[in-house]
C-alpha cells in the first residue's frame, strides 16, 4: 500500500491519491467532494472513502475537494476526464451547475456516481448512479417526528415552527425542505411554520439565525434544522436565551445531536452513517466498472432516532 499526495493541475487544491498492491486490472476512480471541511459528517465521509480504497488492492482513487466552491469542482472534473480515470464519484456543491461537467464525463465515456446529494433533474441521463439516502423521506420522517412531539405535548393545534435550511443551490437542502414541507401539514395541518432561513450547514450561523428568531417570535414551539450540526447552534441559542420548552429536530444525526438528546435538550433526528454513505458510493463505482447492473435511485435506510429509541442505536462517529 502506498499513499502519494498530489497537486489538481487547474485547482490549486491538495488532492490524494491512494494506489493499492500492484494488480492486473487496477482501476481508478476520482472523487470530487463537497466541502470537507464544513462539518464532521463530510471529515468522516472521507477518512472513511479513502480506508475503503486502501482495503482494495485493485483500487486506485484520487481524492478531491472542492472546498464549497462550484467553480472549483468543476474544474476538478476537467482535472479527472483529462486524466482519464475509469469512474467519477461527484459530491455536488451545485445540483444545477455541475451538470455541464457531469455531462461532458459522460460524453468521454466515463461512468459518474453522485454521492450523498444529487443532481438535478436535467442532469439524470448523465449519471449512471446515485448513492446515498433519500432526503426527502428524512425530511418527511423529521416532520413526523416534530409532529408526534407535538402530539405527546398536547400542543397540536396551537404549535409555532421555525426552520433552517441547508446551504441554498444545494440538493439534500432543497430535498430535505420539500419533504418537511410537505409532510408536516399533512400530519399536523393545524401547526404553523412561521419562518425558514438557511443556515448554510454551519452550526455558528445557524445560532446566529436563531437568536434573530428569538428576538423576532415570542412564541416558538418547534425548529427543524436540515442537520443536527445547524440544529445544535439553534438549541444553543435557546439555551442562552433562556427560552425553555422548544422542540430541536435534525435530519442527520451527529454525535452533538445524540449528546443533547441524551441530556434531554434536544429532541429526535434521522440516523445516517457517512461511513456507510462513503462505502456505498465506492461500491457503486467498483460494481459499474465490473459491469454490473444497478438501480439509478441506489438508497440506503436512515431510521427515525429520538430520546425515546435512541438507545437501539450506537453514537455517530461524527
Known amino acids: 500500500m502506498k499513499l502519494r499526495r498530489i497537486l489538481a493541475a487547474t485547482t490549486a487544491t491538495a488532492a490524494m491519491t491512494v494506489a493499492g498492491m500492484a494488480a492486473a486490472e487496477t482501476m481508478t476512480i476520482g472523487i470530487t467532494q463537497n466541502n470537507v471541511g464544513v462539518d464532521s459528517y463530510q471529515t468522516t465521509y472521507e477518512k ?64 459518474v456516481v453522485v454521492t450523498n446529494s444529487n443532481i438535478a433533474e436535467a442532469g439524470f441521463p448523465f449519471v449512471s448512479t446515485f448513492s446515498g439516502p433519500d432526503n426527502i423521506t428524512q425530511g418527511a420522517r423529521s416532520a413526523e417526528i416534530m409532529c408526534d412531539r407535538f402530539k405527546a405535548l398536547g400542543i397540536e393545534n396551537e404549535a409555532k415552527v421555525v426552520h433552517i435550511t441547508g446551504q441554498p443551490g444545494y440538493t439534500t437542502a432543497i430535498e430535505r425542505a ?23 450547514w454551519n452550526r455558528e450561523k445557524s445560532q446566529q439565525v436563531m437568536e434573530a428568531f428569538l428576538v423576532k417570535y415570542d412564541d416558538i414551539d418547534g425548529v427543524y434544522s436540515g442537520d443536527d450540526n445547524m440544529g445544535v447552534g ?59 447492473e444497478l438501480p439509478f435511485l441506489n438508497y440506503f435506510d436512515t431510521p427515525k432516532i ?12 461524527f
Open 178 to 200: 420539500k419533504g418537511f414541507n410537505d409532510r408536516l401539514p399533512e400530519v399536523c395541518p393545524n401547526v404553523e411554520q412561521i419562518d425558514e432561513q438557511p443556515g448554510d
Open 48 to 111: 472513511a472513502f479513502i480506508a475503503a480504497a486502501e482495503a482494495n488492492a485493485d483500487v486506485e482513487v484520487v481524492v478531491l475537494d472542492a472546498g464549497g466552491d462550484v467553480a472549483r469542482q468543476i474544474a476538478q472534473m476537467e482535472d479527472l476526464i483529462q486524466q482519464e480515470v475509469d469512474a467519477i464519484i461527484i459530491w455536488p456543491t451545485n445540483g444545477e451547475a455541475v451538470i455541464p461537467a457531469v455531462r461532458k464525463a459522460h460524453q468521454a465515456g466515463i461512468p
Open 306 to 317: 429520538t430520546q425515546d429509541n435512541m438507545g437501539d442505536f450506537t453514537k455517530p462517529v
Open 234 to 292: 439553534a438549541m444553543n441559542a435557546a439555551i442562552a436565551a433562556g427560552r425553555e420548552g422548544i422542540t430541536f429536530v435534525g435530519a442527520t444525526n451527529f454525535a452533538v445531536g445524540y449528546e443533547a438528546m441524551a441530556a434531554g435538550t434536544y429532541w429526535g433526528s434521522i440516523y445516517q452513517s457517512p461511513v456507510d454513505d462513503a462505502e456505498a458510493a465506492l461500491k457503486s463505482a467498483i460494481d459499474l466498472l465490473n459491469g454490473e
